[in-house]
T-cell receptor
């Protein structure tokens, strides 16, 4: 299975900060990498697909980049409603696998 | 608007079969791929498998021997059966639409999830 390693596991930042999360794949996955946001008690929500494409209705402060094995997810200006856990997911190799998650808190 | 809703027993006895149904509204199940995903504190998010309207399925090899996903186009539903469950199968189970031209892709949207506990 492809291992997806997210860093950091948790992160504390202030409103307005630029926040960056990384995701590393154990093998080349081209750009077949997606990002999700999960708020407490809720299902995950798609934010970014194919590494850099914004999902429908997703605010433009969210962005993604990368290809191959190294990917980055960025929130350009952190808002209070962005408090959640963020997951990456690859689909280049079956089985589909997810990262372990990055918990984002407000400082 | 595409909506998904999981339903089924919240408690299953060890060694028995877990059965869940996902009811889809806003789109026909005949037009997309559909997946089951589960989430537990110990294993995080785990993709279980997906089904296409043709009935073709693809499963996670780690669960393949115990999993069956099926489709009921007349009810616009798809279902999950997981046999011989143990405590390790205790998790929140989600259904989701798989968006891609060939099954693997991204999941959007997701159902709200249903918690299944395996215990006697």
């Amino acid at each position: 299975d492809i291992q997806m390693t997210q860093s950091p596991s948790s992160l504390s930042a202030s409103v307005g900060d630029r926040v960056t999360i990384t995701c590393q794949a154990s093998l080349d996955i081209n750009n077949y990498l997606n990002w999700y946001q999960q708020k407490p008690g809720k299902a995950p929500k798609l934010l970014i697909y194919d590494a850099s494409n914004l999902g429908t209705g997703v605010p433009s402060r969210f962005s993604g980049s990368g290809s191959g094995t190294d990917f980055t997810f960025t929130i350009s200006s952190l808002q209070p409603e962005d408090i959640a856990t963020y997951y990456c997911q690859q689909y280049h190799h079956l089985p589909i696998t997810f990262g372990q998650g990055t918990r984002l808190e407000i400082k | 608007q595409v909506l998904l809703q999981e339903s089924g027993p919240g408690l299953v006895n060890p060694s028995e079969t877990l059965s869940l149904t996902c009811t889809v509204s806003g789109v026909s199940v005949s037009d997309h791929y559909w997946s089951w995903i589960r989430q537990s504190p110990g294993k995080g998010l785990e993709w279980i498998g997906y089904i296409y309207y043709s009935g073709s399925t693809t499963y996670n090899p780690s669960l393949k021997s115990r999993v069956t996903i099926s489709l009921d186009t007349s009810k616009n539903q798809f279902s999950l059966r997981l046999s011989s469950v143990t405590a390790a199968d205790t998790a929140m189970y989600y259904c989701a639409r798989s968006v891609s031209i060939f099954g693997e892709g991204w999941f959007d949207p997701w159902g709200q999830g249903t918690l299944v506990t395996v215990s006697s």
